[in-house]
Every structure is written in C-alpha cells, then in structure tokens.
C-alpha cells in the first residue's frame, strides 16, 4: 500500500513538475495552426513543451494581462485600451511580429460572383447591400459570416475594411474560422472572412472571392500591399515572462529560417530572417540575453 | 423504549435521553444542510449583485433594460441594449416549450395509460440515454443534421434560426418532461379510472377529464423544470443558433440568447471592465428571471388544489 502511494506521489510531482516547465500559449484561432506546428518541432528540438488554445486574440491579449498565461497569439494589434490596462496592473507588454496573413473572403461555389471591390465588401458587411444580384450575381439573399468579438480577424477586418464602422447586427457570429468554412459550404448565399490558413484543405468546396482582382494566395498582390485585406501575426508577451529561458529560446527558434518555414508551410507568408530581425528591434536583444 | 425491560435493569432514562440527543444531532445536521444551501444561494445572488452594480452606476439601469442594440465593442459608440438578447432568449426557451409540451404530455400519457411491460421500459430507457447526451453533442447535430434540413424545408439559406434553437432545446428537455409527468400520472389512483369508466366514460375521456387533472401538479412541475433548462441552455444555442446581434424578427432569423452572449464574450474581458460588468448585469438579469419563474410556479401549482 505505502509502495502504491509512493508511486502516485512521484508520478503527481512529475507531472507537476513537467507542468511547470510547460510553456502556454492561447489567442487567436487563426495563428492556432501555427502556434501548434511551432511548438511541436521546437519541442522536438529542444524537449520544452509547449501547450497551444484558442480563444480568439482578445481572450489572449485579456489572460496575458491577468497574467494567466506565457504569450498571446493575436491576429490583431494590441488596442490603446488594453495597453492602458496592462499599464495599471504593471504588466510591460512586448510585441512580437511572427508573419504576414492574408484574409480570404469566400463564397459557396454556386455563386457566380468571381470580384468585389473593397467598397463593394464594406457595404456587404456593414449591411447596406443584402442581395447577391446588386453586386452582379444570382438573386440569393446575403448570408453573412463573421467571427465573434474575442477575435483578432474580426477586430482587423472592422478597422480596415469598414473604417471602424459598425457590422450589420444580421452578422451571424461563428466561433471559430473553421465554422465559418463549414457554414459556408452548405449556404449558397454566403460570404465569409478567414486566414488563409483555414484554406489549405478545402479545395473546391468554397470560393475564394478576388478583391480588388488580386487574390490573397498570389505572394506578390500580398507582400505589396496591392492585396488590400493583409495583417501581421502578432504574439504578445509581458516582460515577466519574457524572463524566462524557455521563452526567449521559443522566440530564438521562431524567428529563425527553420521557425519562419513553418510559418510558411502552415499557409502564410513568413517575414524572412532578415525581416524578422528588422520588425521586431525591440524585442531581439532581450531574446538574445 | 426498549421492547423488553429485564429485571432490574434500570435502562429506561438512558434511553430517553440518548434517543432525544439523537433526535437533536439529526435535527441540526439536516437544519445546519438548509442553511448551507440557503446561504450558498444568498452568496450567488450578492456576488452577481456586487459585480452587475458598478454597470448600473455607470451606464444606468433603463438603457440596459430597453436598449436596442448590443454592441460593447463598437469602434462608433458602445451600445449595451439588452432587448435583442432577452427577445432571442424568450423565442428559444417559448419556441422549445411549444414543441415539448404536447409531445411530453402525450408521451406521458402513452407510457402511463396504453403502454405496458418490456416495450415501455425500452422505450423510457432509451429516453434516459437521450436525456444524458451532452448539449455540445445536440448543438453539434443541429449544425450538421437539424440545420440543413431546416434550410431545405423552409427555403432559407441556412439553419442557424431560433427554430433550430428551439428543436434542440426541446430535445434536452423532453426527456425530463416525458419522466416527471409519466410519474405524476401513474400516482394516479387507480380508482379514479375505474370509477370513470364505470360511469360509462371511455378510456379517452376518463384519461383527459379525470386522470391527466388530477396530475396537474407534477405535470405542470415538469414544464417549470423545462423552462429552467430552457432559459439556461448556453451550449447548443451558440453554436446552432447563428449569434446574430439583432432583434430577430421571425422564427427564422438567427438569434442571440443571453446565456449565449455571456459565454461568447465572457472569455475576452479584460476583468473589472466596463463590458465585464455588463455581462454579469446580464447574468443578474437571468438570474431574476428565473426566481420570478420559480416564485410564479409555486404561486400556480398553490392554487391548484
């Protein structure tokens, strides 16, 4: 009996101990992919675990200020806001670039509108426009997609698109890109935003809609800015955490060729190591202490 | 008292007084157990109260109550109306009692009047494992089942609607109706039938005039239990019912429950902001809702003798 407790004890502070060490990281659902595939080779390299959540990037940004968490994954820059409150509870934030991801608009694959133009979107998503036919194409009401407000895309895609005005209230709101890709294949009068990441697997099951005629998959339209609907992907980490080793070495490997062929492989465009070092000038020397 | 006293035994004293310690020690760990669900309930109550109150100050009670849109986040101005998510709330759980009360009571009276033997318990068991089927796993069938049939028959583009909402909710609340109100008419005694048919009633007429009236209680018990679990379901609603912030203005526009609104918002708020006041508001709101629900229930079910 006394062999049996000592086992589970040994066992329980193990896996307390490995806890410990882990490394968490939770935010945007669109940077979630690769956060995962990071995380999986840095362990494979390095042996730290690293535990990767979703939560749309405000839920990142929020748990990072209460100090609940290693680094938020956000889609999204950090707001005036949030900085302030992070300010009053004495949290430092740094903000690191990781890659560049373009937005998708899709349609279902029997609607025949192939273009729209950024201001045709806008009065889409701001509810002025609500039948397909008044942008040329079959007469189906509009149903619109969009995320929830926790996420990053959906803060990114307001501020850019429609000049911080308000979403249609008729915007239905998914939790997650993955649902809108699933929602959207099933509605023939949908219209939806998502990374492009979300795209890798579904080959003719949704349309990606040109805007402005440039594709978000055309690497050229999207590094020069000639694909309007492109952001950064963020990871935001305060001070205190950034002191630890584990951390720092993530940050090492991240911004590396090997962290930024990732970046590429799970379908967005990745800065490049000489790019990364030049868009993250604050935060290198503190990675490389 | 003992049953039997031997000679001499002086034990009839020590046996009072130790069965009436006994009685005390019983009394107050059943009356210490009533307090603590009592003051557990108080706590919740104060605890919703103190985090709603600092929105109140700020924002103001009839704003909330009676404003139409619900938009804390917007880059325009911040709009914090209840009226969308109370009308989305109201649909749903109304919308899911429509659908289960008559099939329950029906059920119910099938179970409890025509059905005997091995095929009703198959059938209640089967109900059981209804009943304990996780909420994500019913709002995981109506996005990929419910939904597109719905779309199919109704015309619509899609099926996140306060119908599919509604089915849903009835599914996970039908089992329990089904149970409690099966249970109120079987303790029917079997004598008021009886009685019924010998006067020359039917089957029929002796099921909805005698028997299912005097069930009232239970059954109207197991409605209140429905609309609890109607008003509260977070789970299905979010993910099948579209999480549109408008007023819904039909049965198939998308809608957007109160307990929905929390779930989705409450993981993003930076704590103590003014959006994460709201939200506990809006808990206090569902709160105070269902204790009306409750008090007007006793309040029916007293009347009724």
Redesign the interface.
């Known amino acids: 009996m006394k062999k049996i407790i000592a086992v589970i004890a040994i066992a329980f502070g193990i896996a307390i101990y490995a806890q410990k060490k882990a490394v968490e990281i939770a935010g945007s659902d669109t940077m979630l992919e690769l956060a995962q595939a990071l995380a999986e080779d840095f362990a494979k390299e390095t042996g730290i675990e690293i535990n990767v959540g979703g939560g749309g990037s405000g839920t990142g940004i929020a748990r990072l200020i209460n100090d609940t968490v290693d680094i938020a994954n956000s889609s999204r820059e950090i707001k005036d806001k949030e900085k302030k409150l992070a300010e009053e509870k004495g949290v430092k934030i740094y903000e690191v670039k990781l890659g560049i991801d373009a937005i998708a608009i899709i349609t279902n694959p029997k609607n025949s509108v192939k273009n729209l133009t950024v201001e045709q979107l806008a009065a889409i998503y701001k509810g002025e426009v609500t039948n397909w036919k008044q942008v040329g194409g079959p007469n189906i009401a509009i149903s619109l997609y969009g995320r929830q407000n926790n996420s990053g895309t959906y803060i990114f895609f307001r501020e850019h698109i429609l000049n911080n005005q308000n979403y249609s209230p008729k915007m239905m709101g998914m939790n997650g890109s993955a649902q809108i890709v699933e929602a959207i294949k099933n509605d023939k009068g949908g219209i939806g935003y998502v990374g492009i990441g979300y795209l890798n697997d579904v080959k003719g099951q949704v349309k990606i809609v040109t805007v402005n005629n440039m594709m978000p998959t055309d690497e050229k339209a999207v590094l020069s800015a000639k694909y309007p609907i492109a952001r950064f992907l963020f990871q935001y980490v305060s001070d205190k955490r950034l002191e630890r080793e584990e951390i720092r070495r993530f940050y090492k490997f991240a911004l590396s060729k090997k962290g930024q062929d990732i970046v590429k492989m799970t379908g967005f465009y990745p800065l490049g190591e000489k790019k990364a070092k030049e868009l993250n000038k604050e935060v290198f020397p503190l990675i490389n202490k | 008292m003992p049953l039997f006293i031997r000679e001499g035994q002086m034990i009839k004293y020590k046996s009072t007084e130790k069965i009436l310690r006994i009685d005390k020690i019983a009394k107050s760990i059943f009356t210490i157990s009533g307090i603590i669900i009592i003051s557990i309930l108080m706590a919740i109550m104060i605890f919703l109260l103190k985090e709603s109150i600092p929105f109140f100050k700020e924002h103001g009670v009839i704003d909330f109550l009676f404003g139409t ?1 619900w ?6 101005e911040e709009k914090y109306g209840i009226i ?1 998510l109370f009308i989305s709330t109201l649909m749903v759980s109304v919308g899911s009692l429509v659908i289960s009360m008559p099939i329950g009571i029906g059920a119910a009276i099938f179970f409890s009047e025509y059905s005997k033997g091995k095929i009703s318990d198959f059938i209640r068991y089967i109900m059981e494992i209804l009943s304990s089927i996780p909420s994500v796993v019913i709002g995981f069938i109506g ?1 990929t089942l419910i ?2 049939f719905l ?1 199919e028959l109704t015309g619509t ?2 099926g ?1 609607n306060a119908i599919n909402g509604s089915i849903l909710v009835a599914l996970m609340t039908l089992p329990t109706i089904i149970s409690i109100s099966t249970d109120a008419l079987k303790d029917v005694p079997k004598d008021m039938r009886d009685a019924s048919i010998s006067l020359g009633s039917t089957k029929w007429e002796a099921i909805i005039k005698i028997v299912v009236p005097y069930a009232k209680r239970g059954i109207f018990a197991s409605f209140m239990l429905g609309v609890g679990r109607a008003i509260g379901e977070t789970m299905t609603v ?2 099948a019912t ?6 819904p203005k039909t049965f198939l ?2 809608v ?1 429950t109160m307990t929905a609104n929390i779930a ?2 409450m ?5 103590g ?1 003014k959006h994460y006041h709201a939200l506990f508001a809006i808990g206090f709101v569902l709160f105070i809702i269902t204790l009306l629900v409750n008090l007007l229930s006793n309040k029916i079910t007293k009347r009724k003798i």
């Not at chain 2, 938009?71 to 325009?76: K, Y």
């Not at chain 2, 579209?242 to 007023?247: E, H, K, L, R, S």
């Open positions: 849109s938009d804390p986040t917007s880059g325009v969308p996005i939904g597109p779309a583009n899609n996140f979010v993910m579209g999480n549109a912030p408008a007023i526009d998308s957007r989705i918002e993981g993003e708020v930076p704590i902001s």
